[in-house]
């Protein structure tokens, strides 16, 4: 899914509003003191899902210091992708209090528990130090609390987590955690091939889905970065062909933002057509181009698949190239990617896991049903009333820039070496893709890695039937985490979930939590 500081960037689910009733609720349960009227403060702001009401609360509580370090621009800028994909929280609980320090628990929009820690100056009460917001545990605890655990109980724990839910057919994949030249863990597990039982191993690609977006954003910085286009630039400057009535109105940070009001690429039409003639990004057009805008550009925001293809169009178009070959250059070249592209349906790609997704059982079960693989088992799996199916039906032709691509876990780890050392971008736009100001002319081009607090990081993740996808760059050091699955979501998000957490006890992840 993409997570920083206030700090914190979230990938979870679409916006929503909370009734008068329902923040007088919540207002009720924060303590009378202090850091409650602060927690409150913010939470009233953040819940508005007005930018203007978090940059009056921004102005009023945030200390000078930190406005220095990072612009109010770049917070709001943040505070829009948060709210956007978190949505207005409902406080559930108050899980801990100090004197400068609360731990509420909230539920977002889409039934997601979130724990959100609000920190004070402890000099000043009415100044917020710190905002981070962390998915929560099952119990409802934030994820990197408990006792502190060794390295070595953090690759147990992962090992018994991966055991069990191989067993239950819920994970097939690979996970590995690198910090710096030091592979923490790195397992393979399940099957890649369930036909044949051909087992995932380490250098096992995966389809990685919407992980893809990033590499187009990159590669609109890179036109940037020559000249090319600049994010306010209207649509139609630069595909002079697409509806007029349209691309007049969107500029390109609108489509790269998911603010432009255009719709997705997957629907009934999607699954009417035959997907095999989806071979280049035109192909897509007719899937969407006709409908309406779902919203005036700039008003709102939408998660668009169909907003990344026309960004596609205008990489081929300002580059020349058909759009997988310039990612190829811009990108897997420099990062030494060496196992990754576009995905082909209906084309052999060597060691590419098959994604399976779970469907009720029918009457007939297919050679790519799921089965069971330990006689011992077979009495259970004759029991379940689903089974799983690989997930070819409703794949594209050919991948395009809103997703699809495949990977391994040691190209992903190159790629997000490479990015936070500025090998594929200057710094100033390394950045902007971070979330950061437009650069201007003779900025500074000070090195990424110096820019961020410890414990600063950026997630993203894809995921569709049978694929499921977790990158997660650690910015102010060379930490990652990869976890990559042949299975349906959330399954590699919530791996990524109880790993983050892990780390933090073990001392993986910097800074305060």
Excluded: C
Aim: aromatic letters at 6%; hydrophobic letters at 40%.
């Amino acid at each position: 899914m993409r997570r920083l500081s206030i700090p914190a960037i979230l990938l979870l689910g679409a916006a929503a509003g909370l009734t008068a009733a329902g923040a007088h609720a919540q207002r009720t349960l924060l303590p009378d003191s202090p850091i409650g009227a602060l927690a409150t403060a913010w939470l009233e702001a953040f819940n508005s899902g007005d930018v203007a009401a978090m940059r009056a609360f921004n102005e009023a509580h945030l200390r000078p210091a930190d406005l220095e370090e990072r612009s109010m621009e770049e917070r709001l800028n943040a505070y829009r992708r948060i709210f956007g994909e978190v949505g207005a929280m409902k406080l559930i609980e108050v899980m801990g209090m100090r004197r400068s320090r609360i731990v509420l628990l909230a539920e977002s929009a889409t039934g997601e528990r979130i724990a959100v820690s609000i920190e004070a100056d402890p000099d000043d009460p009415e100044r917020i130090a710190s905002v981070l917001l962390e998915p929560a545990d099952e119990e409802g605890e934030p994820v990197e609390t408990g006792l502190p655990m060794t390295e070595a109980a953090l690759r147990d724990s992962i090992d018994a987590w991966v055991e069990r839910n191989v067993a239950a057919d819920r994970f097939a994949g690979v996970i590995r955690l690198v910090d710096g030249d030091r592979t923490v863990y790195e397992r393979a597990a399940g099957l890649a091939e369930r036909r044949f039982d051909v087992p995932n191993t380490i250098d096992t690609r995966f389809n990685i889905g919407s992980i893809t977006k990033l590499f187009t954003k990159i590669a609109i910085a890179k036109l940037m970065s020559e000249g090319e286009i600049a994010p306010e630039d209207r649509l139609s400057k630069h595909l002079p062909d697409y509806r007029r009535d349209v691309a007049d109105r969107i500029t390109i940070a609108q489509l790269l933002e998911h603010e432009s009001g255009l719709g997705d690429i997957f629907g009934p039409e999607y699954d009417a057509i035959d997907k095999s003639h989806l071979r280049e990004l035109s192909d897509f057009l007719p899937l969407f181009v006709e409908e309406p805008l779902r919203f005036e550009p700039g008003t709102d925001r939408y998660y668009s698949n169909a907003g990344y293809t026309v960004l596609g169009l205008v990489i081929e178009r300002l580059s020349g190239m058909e759009y997988h070959e310039y990612v190829r250059r811009v990108v897997y070249e420099p990062a030494g990617m060496i196992a990754s592209g576009p995905t082909e349906a209906d084309r052999p790609t060597p060691n590419l896991a098959t994604g399976y997704t779970r469907r009720p059982l029918g009457r007939d079960r297919g050679a790519a049903a799921g089965h069971a693989h330990d006689p011992q088992d077979a009495g259970a799996a004759a029991d379940r009333t689903w089974e799983l199916r690989a997930n070819t039906h409703h794949l594209a032709g050919l991948s395009g820039s809103a997703g699809g691509g495949h990977s391994n876990a040691a190209d992903l780890d190159r790629f997000a070496r490479a990015f936070r050392h500025d090998v594929l971008l200057p710094p100033p736009y390394t950045l902007w893709v971070l979330g950061g100001e437009v650069p201007k002319p003779g900025a500074r081009p000070a090195p990424s890695l110096t820019t961020f607090p410890p414990g600063a990081a950026v997630g993203v993740a894809g995921g569709a039937e049978g694929l499921n996808a977790v990158l997660e760059i650690y910015l102010d050091r060379d930490l990652t985490l990869v976890v990559l699955a042949n299975m349906d979501p959330p399954i590699a998000e919530e791996a990524g979930r109880k790993i983050r957490g892990w780390m933090r006890r073990a001392g993986l992840v910097r800074g305060k939590p």
